[in-house]
């Protein structure tokens, strides 16, 4: 795809499905800004990558707020933002404790909310909103309260956001992707042989019989971004029909 001239913004772009989306626009000519937390992620991505890199913590505000100000200082306006950094804990309910249930809301909720609060003002009259939800949004997957009612509220926010960017012709919408073959398999502290297990359970459930390639789920991201023009308010699963139960 062409990105020659478009801006863009990928919160939570270091590795994974941000960090495909975040190859992808640079591959089509985009300039971008990403963010990232964990330190060896920078450090490769300021490497690897020919974007601004930007360390920055989704769960502080006083660093969303700074976030803001280098994205108006560096960019002014851009025409897309992907807000994509997240956490997931394997925690039954019984099992859940307060700091993984804070921990898990403050990321992927309150993170979410504020990041797209501060960095609206500053997407382009007929810009694009992506948020990364999660196939775990509805539905009940066992060990997942908290990452699943954190990515609802996230569905939630960008329901509301998109009715509230309407008058400038921004759109908001959402992917919702399902097992994706990522460094970590979307779960934070998984050890190898969590991995492993994720792996074999994803392709067993999965309608498809295998887990997306990051690219996969950043190609439907970029699609609502800048494809999709008369589409918002829209939930894309990329989940190999796993919320469909097909099969």
Sequence with gaps: MNYQGKKAVVVGGTHGIGRAIVEALLDGGAEVLLTGYNERNIEAARAELAARVVRSD???LTQIAALGDRVAAEFGQVDAVFVNAGVAYVRTVEETTEDVYDRTFAVNAKGAFFTAQRLAPLVAEGGAMVFTSSVADEGGSRGMAAYAGSKAAVWSFAQVLAAEL?????????VAPGFTDTPTMGVTEATDADRA???EIGDERTPMRRHAHPGEVA?????????????????????????????
């Design 197 to 199: 297990a994720f792996r």
């Design 219 to 247: 190609d439907a991201a970029l699609f609502l971004a800048f494809g999709a023009t008369f589409s918002t308010a829209v939930k894309l699963p990329v989940d190999g029909g796993l919320s469909r139960r097909l099969g």
């Design 166 to 174: 309407l008058p400038r012709g921004i759109r908001v919408n959402a």
């Design 58 to 60: 989704t769960s502080d």
